[in-house]
């Protein structure tokens, strides 16, 4: 396993091949399917920034790859307490706690959402691999929520295929630091990963993908310096409500990664809840839609925000 970054300058012999063909033949260990998600990831910077997997060599292109340690072989199953909000012979819905990772990756082999899933259904999809079965999307370790995962083939397509038409109803509630003045608004701004922190995502106008978030302010907190919103993702980028609201200049609560460097409040993770989730159906059509209560520690705080002298 490689386990350093790689820095690569193309001769003339390569000019002209796919980038990821070129690097599924430099390094064998890995599946061109991984180099491609190595790309998309943002994990091979090319001349200093970011490229499609189909990108043709030039001779002198500068590259760098950014390996990062191989997740577990597959999920096991493990006896985890689940919040199922719905369940059929297709798919459930879950409502996630603040701290579970969705599914094993390094440093994340065990105590996922995957691993309390295939202990309580037996069986998920298969399609999205050992590592990820029936996971449609995802939601981040320290945000809470509603999340659906597949249990066959048939309905991971029948959701898959929605997400890729923007037909998904989903709806955020955060607590954000600044008092947001206008009642609602939208932020279109590409994402990608940040260009020196690759764990990081950041707006990116040149190489990131689009991402549109729309908000609406559903209380201020003058107390506080604060304001309760919500989100509603038009897409699905990774982190997209964090970096957007940082961008926009009001961070979200408690998020170590995009919020404030001096954080006011002593928290376990950011005020992020997954409050609505809606999709039709992936067998039979029938719409549906579920909303999950604030955790107990949000609204806790919530209500103390409401308050003078927090």
């Not at 096991?76 to 599914?103: F, R």
């Not at 890729?164 to 279109?188: C, M, N, Q």
């Not at 699905?236 to 926009?248: D, E, K, P, Y």
């Not at 409040?265 to 719409?287: C, N, T």
Request: contains cysteine; hydrophobic residues 40%.
């Amino acid at each position: 396993m490689i386990d350093k970054n790689i820095e690569l300058t193309i001769k003339e012999t390569s000019q002209g091949q796919r980038l990821d063909v070129f690097l599924a033949e430099q390094y064998e260990e890995f599946t061109r399917s991984r180099i491609q998600n190595m790309i998309r990831d943002g994990l091979v910077i090319v001349n200093g920034g970011t490229v499609k997997t189909g990108y043709r060599l030039q001779a002198g292109d500068q590259l760098q790859l950014i390996f990062v340690e191989d997740a577990p072989a597959r999920s096991v199953a493990e006896d985890i307490a689940l919040d199922v909000v719905y369940e059929d012979v297709d798919i459930i819905v879950v409502n996630k706690p603040q701290g579970m990772v969705v599914h094993p990756a390094f440093g994340h082999a065990q105590g996922t959402l995957v691993n309390a899933l295939l202990h309580h259904c037996g069986d998920l999809a298969g399609i999205n691999g050992v590592l990820r079965p029936g996971i449609v999307h995802r939601i981040d370790m320290d945000t809470s929520g509603l999340l659906v995962a597949a249990k066959n083939d048939a309905a991971y397509l029948g959701l898959t295929a929605q997400w890729k038409t923007h037909d998904i109803e989903r709806r955020y509630h955060a607590l954000l630091h600044g008092i947001i003045p206008e009642d609602r608004g939208s932020i279109d701004a590409p994402i990608g990963r940040h260009p020196r922190e690759r764990k990081k995502m950041a707006v990116e106008p040149k190489n990131g993908r689009n991402a549109i978030t729309h908000y609406r302010v559903l209380e201020r907190l003058p107390f506080s310096a604060c304001t309760y919103a919500e989100m509603r993702l038009e897409t699905g980028r990774t982190h997209q409500i964090r970096v957007h609201m940082a961008h926009l200049g009001h961070p979200v609560v408690g998020d170590k990664t995009y919020g404030r460097r001096k954080e006011r409040y002593q928290l376990a993770g950011q005020l992020l809840h997954a409050k609505v989730l809606g999709f039709k159906h992936p067998i039979h059509g029938e719409s549906l839609r579920f909303e999950s209560p604030l955790p107990d520690y949000f609204q806790q705080l919530l209500e103390e925000m409401r308050m003078p002298n927090v």
